[in-house]
């Protein structure tokens, strides 16, 4: 399995407002813009806002359904000054500046200045 990363489907609604977009996804999609090579290198799935978000849940439990969310494939090396966590036997990264940083370290890109 490769890197997962989710993000979330743009215009959303919530409650009955929006449309809405998800601004921790934002960054990480301005990464994938850069760097679209980043595309064939992670399996990257846009996801509802409703939940249960299957996918996640099927991966990493219902009660880690956040996005953006970067499930580590199981060959993944640990990268310095990245906090992952595990749930159900995967390793994961849940903040978006910590999975801009996982990414660019990974696969050998410019990190954020």
Do not use: W
């Amino acid at each position: 399995m490769k890197d997962k990363l989710f993000l979330m489907t743009p215009g959303f609604t919530n409650a009955g407002l929006g449309p809405y977009y998800c601004g921790d996804s934002v960054p990480v999609e301005g990464l994938l813009g850069f760097f679209p090579e980043l595309r064939d290198r992670v399996d990257v799935t846009y996801i509802g806002f409703p939940r249960p978000r299957q996918a996640i849940v099927d991966l990493i439990g219902e009660e880690h359904q956040s996005v953006p969310v970067l499930v580590l494939a199981d060959d993944a090396q640990n990268v310095s000054g990245v906090e992952t966590k595990s749930a159900d036997g995967r390793r994961y990264i849940d903040d978006e500046k910590q999975i801009r940083h996982y990414l660019s370290a990974r696969h050998d890109l410019p990190t954020a200045g």
